[in-house]
């Protein structure tokens, strides 16, 4: 059985100390009742080694929000998957359309990565989704399949320690959530490609996250579809009330 999961992504949010004010006061939240779901907060580097020893392993998850393509040695500023397990972390998010557009990262890149990061023992939550260009071409379907290749040449057993976002890139930052339709076919389409890849069982027990605008507002509509397993959250992860609003839809 495939797990429900809202985890939130900090993104370049947070000094150290305000990041360790944001953990502290989720756990505090949390710790008076357990949750309907997997939690997970990806924070900045900088925060995983102090986070991770103030929350709740057995209700709240830590993970990092990239790492790098290569296992170790002279590249000045990058840090690798061992790095990221060594801090006590056990999740990482890779493949973000952030990085993709910004950092120019490639599925070549983002295979390398995602081969590394299991390699290290750390759960990948795998990033995919269209620009508005490619939905108003009505292209998101070919788009997301290309962008599946990094994490599909995988083995069975290893997919089975991917996790994967589906975050249209409109809806990201924007305001402009996917409505409870649009994120559905998606996830169904998505489920329908890993079952061609990896067969129905394996595709039963994948969880796809929704990302992009979503909100205590929103999750609840969101989450109620078959094949939308969770939610992958910025800005509303940035507010302990906020995450926890969206945690509680799955009450
Ligand atoms: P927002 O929730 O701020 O739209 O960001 C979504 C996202 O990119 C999570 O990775």
């Known amino acids: 059985m495939r797990k429900n ?21 989720l756990n505090q939240i949390l710790s008076t009742e357990t949750p309907h779901c997997d939690v997970i907060i990806c924070t900045p580097f900088i925060h995983l080694a102090s986070v991770t020893p103030l929350v709740d392993a057995a209700k709240i998850g830590v993970g990092a929000e990239n790492c790098a393509d290569k296992e170790s040695g002279a590249y000045t500023g990058e840090v690798s998957a061992a790095m990221v397990k060594s801090t006590g972390a056990q999740y990482v998010i890779l493949g973000h359309s952030e990085r993709r557009a910004y950092y120019h990262e490639t599925i070549e890149t983002l295979a390398e990565k995602v081969k590394l990061a299991l390699a290290n023992g750390l759960k990948v939550i795998f990033c995919i989704g269209e620009v508005l260009e490619e939905r108003e071409a009505n292209r998101q379907n070919e788009v997301v ?107």
């Open 145 to 251: 399949a290309a962008q599946l290749a990094s994490v599909f040449s995988l083995t069975a057993q290893d997919f089975a320690n991917i996790i994967l976002a589906y975050e249209p890139v409109w809806a990201i930052g924007t305001g402009k959530t996917a409505t409870p339709e649009q994120a559905q076919e998606m996830h169904a389409y998505i489920r329908s490609l890993i079952a061609k890849n990896y067969g129905n069982e394996v595709a039963e027990d994948t969880s796809i996250l929704y990302g992009g605008s979503c909100k205590p507002s929103n999750a609840k509509e969101l989450f109620a579809n078959p094949d939308v397993d969770g939610g992958l959250i910025g800005g509303a992860a940035l507010k302990a009330a906020d995450f926890k609003g969206i945690i509680d839809a799955f009450n």
């Open 5 to 25: 999961i809202v985890a939130g992504n900090w993104k370049m949010n947070k000094t150290l100390q305000e990041g360790i004010e944001l953990a502290k006061e």
